[in-house]
């Protein structure tokens, strides 16, 4: 049973409610923060309506201060703005929720003044905003919304935005926008895009960088953003919408030949089964800079073959796919697909084919990773000489997994890191190094012959005649 002093509801509540509220006064005391929640909590006593002014007073104070917030201080501004979030979602939207959309509306806008003013290198301040938007999307289905002018809002706020906090807004207000208020939104969006920017006087214009092309400037900065936020909403409210030719639309002929892109668009028919389309886009990349395509775009075009009926064309890309890059998951849908006992001998085949691959890393990388730890070390040992003891995060976790059964493998890899470090003088990888030779030592009671390698012995005498000086790395072993 826990402990009458373990801290949890039955026992603080067994102190009463009056010794409670003093013990929380004092905790309170120097703590603004956690004032705040108390006065939300009530507030909240009182009336939905008393926690919406407070949060407003909040918020209005939040949005004129100019004291700049470092990532020393970054958790409490998080605290109190969370605070202020859930506050909204959690008590006024369910007193009054048109209340609380307009609450949440006011709580996004303040995401510029307190973004200007604040370090957020790691995104948990900007996170809060994020949050923020899913619950307006929910918040703007139980206020029941007006859909033309929650667009109109939505407009106004994705020009707006200079930190990101309105990502995923279109997405998130979808639903309660509905095919009316999507409509009305796509016009406003349009009609943006329509408009000139505005000019200034060439005399007035602000030089704000420099690139090949000469001066940067701030109208030209305000122009790229305007049309970068035009197409990714447009984009937004075309898969909103079902429209797969309007996200189509918005992608330029250039960017159709980008692998990614192409992905997207023949994802988006695939869905809409458009599957001869969708062969059509993912062929649309440059097939002469077939070192640049990601896995993913041969994925989508192994979908698209398959939804178009070429299942041996797909299953002879594949093939292609793990020659190219020894993709193992390209691998693994070929075995699977082929008759029993056909796939024994296809693997066979794969891991001999890994064992002359030109890169010798990736070969080694792959082999572990299947595993066949026997042709890993075979490789190790055949190729010792090409291994770059600077590619630690494959040759580490592979010397880990050879060690128990294939040691003298293992031996290769950990002296081509400790060659490395030391030939280079690597003093910060000094400490591995050292692990790395009393990890050679360990190995060597099981190896009863060093062939192709140099006994042990023999090269720890080496390292000391090559780099006996290099005191920082011999006091570690």
């Not at 949890?8 to 005391?29: D, H, M, T, Y």
């Not at 002018?149 to 990101?164: F, I, V, W």
């Not at 939104?185 to 329509?194: D, E, T, W």
């Amino acid at each position: 049973m826990p402990s009458s002093k373990t801290l949890n509801v039955k026992n603080l509540a067994a102190l009463g409610a009056e010794r409670l509220a003093e013990l929380l006064i004092e905790i309170s005391s120097g703590n603004p923060a956690a004032k705040r929640r108390l006065r939300l909590e009530l507030a909240g006593v009182q009336s939905p309506g008393e926690v919406a002014r407070e949060v407003r007073k909040r918020l209005t104070t939040i949005a004129r201060s100019r004291s700049f917030v470092d990532w020393q201080n970054r958790r409490a501004l998080v605290d109190d703005l969370e605070t202020q979030r859930r506050a909204i979602a959690d008590q006024v939207a369910k007193a009054d929720p048109a209340e609380a959309l307009d609450l949440t509306w006011r709580f996004l806008a303040v995401a510029n003044p307190v973004l200007d003013r604040c370090d957020d290198s790691s995104g948990t301040v900007v996170g809060v905003f994020h949050a923020a938007c899913n619950d307006l999307g929910e918040i703007a289905k139980m206020a029941k919304a007006d859909p033309k002018r929650l667009a109109e809002q939505a407009c106004r706020a994705l020009t707006e935005g200079d930190y990101g906090q309105y990502d995923n807004l279109i997405e998130r207000l979808a639903p309660a926008l509905g095919a009316i208020g999507l409509e009305h939104l796509k016009r406003l969006v349009l009609q943006l895009s329509r408009e000139p920017p505005p000019k200034p006087d060439p005399k007035d214009r602000k030089v704000i960088g420099w690139g090949d092309g000469g001066p940067l400037y701030a109208d030209q900065l305000s122009k790229l953003r305007r049309d970068g936020t035009v197409r990714l909403a447009l984009e937004a409210i075309a898969d909103a919408q079902g429209d797969v030719d309007g996200f189509i639309a918005q992608q330029s002929e250039k960017a159709r030949r980008v692998p990614r892109v192409a992905v997207e668009i023949a994802r988006r028919l695939l869905g809409a089964g458009r599957a001869k389309d969708a062969w059509e886009a993912i062929n649309a990349v440059d097939l002469d800079q077939r070192e640049s395509i990601p896995l993913e775009w041969e994925e989508a075009r192994l979908d698209v073959m398959e939804a178009l009926g070429r299942a041996q064309e797909a299953q002879a890309f594949r093939w292609q796919c793990f020659e190219r890059s020894l993709s193992t998951s390209h691998l693994r849908a070929y075995l699977k697909r082929l008759p029993e006992f056909d796939d024994q001998e296809a693997e066979h085949r794969a891991l001999s084919f890994a064992m002359t691959y030109p890169e010798v890393h990736q070969a080694l990388a792959f082999l572990v990773s299947w595993p066949a730890l026997d042709k890993a070390a075979a490789l190790v040992l055949a190729r010792s000489s090409e291994l770059d003891g600077n590619i630690y995060e494959i040759l580490s976790p592979a010397a880990e997994a050879l060690a128990d059964k294939q040691p003298l493998a293992a031996t290769a890899l950990l002296r081509a890191m400790i060659d490395f470090s030391l030939t280079e003088s690597r003093s910060s990888r000094y400490r591995h190094a050292a692990r790395h030779l009393t990890e050679c030592d360990r190995l060597a009671l099981g190896i009863s012959d060093f062939e192709p390698l140099e006994p042990h012995d023999a090269y720890v005498a080496r390292l000391r005649a090559e780099h006996g000086r290099k005191s920082g790395f011999w006091s570690l072993t």
